[in-house]
């Protein structure tokens, strides 16, 4: 596709479920990164992968948090025993260049995740 | 703990005139500057990058970086009621991690 597709665009779980939250990035794009973004905030930093690799994960905020990208492209972020406070939109991003300096970023639509 | 700020806003400016948004950030080490522009319930978008002291000009935006002072903004001429959004200030800071403000909503009253 054209652009970052993220889905499901919206997720209801009850508290203590586990989701699993999917971004396939623009073709090509190197970076990847997720965002989880509070209502009337900017995005905060979750974690970022290089190709497969996992480079930073200090934004997680718990270990209920855990991302992956095995081959590369496709990322999935999974949230097990879901709260309350987990409430958002969690954005992924992508960017075609390993020039941390000047990287622009393209982001999907979002997943809302409301835990009730 | 390093810092965007931004004004919550709302900034309210009449079309056709100027809107000028503001960001203050804490760390001096900070090389990339990026304005994005984000709808109600939609994703960041970005409209303006800058890296130097100085100007930088993009259609009717205009982005201004000043290292010293640690101050970087974002005029918007010719306001149209289209660009009513909330504005995100993000700054790469000295270890390459983007830092985001909370975004300033504008509102141009047509």
């Known amino acids: 596709g054209a652009g970052v597709s993220q889905s499901p665009r919206y997720k209801v779980a009850k508290r203590g479920q586990d989701v699993a939250l999917r971004c396939d990035p623009i073709s090509g794009h190197v970076s990847l990164f997720w965002y989880q973004q509070a209502l009337g905030q900017g995005p905060e930093f979750l974690t970022y992968f290089q190709n497969e690799a996992q480079l930073d994960k200090s934004g997680l905020p718990s270990d209920r948090f855990f991302a992956e990208r095995p081959e590369g492209s496709v990322s999935t972020l999974k949230i097990q025993r879901t709260q309350q406070e987990d409430s958002a939109v969690y954005l992924c991003a992508s960017s075609y260049t390993r020039d941390f300096h000047e990287e622009k970023l393209f982001f999907g639509s979002g997943t809302q995740l409301s835990v009730l | 703990q390093k810092e965007v700020e931004q004004n919550s806003g709302p900034l309210s400016v009449p079309e056709g005139a100027i809107a000028s948004l503001n960001c203050t950030y804490s760390d001096r080490g900070s090389q990339s500057f990026f304005w994005y522009r984000q709808y109600s319930g939609k994703s960041p978008e970005l409209i303006m990058s800058?890296?130097s002291n100085g100007d930088k000009e993009d259609g009717r935006f205009t982005a201004q970086l000043n290292k010293a002072s640690q101050y970087v903004s974002l005029l918007i001429r010719d306001s149209q009621p289209s660009d009513s959004a909330t504005y995100l200030c993000a700054v790469k800071d000295s270890n390459y991690q983007l830092i985001w403000g909370a975004g300033t909503k504008l509102i141009i009253k047509p």
């Open positions: 800058i890296y």
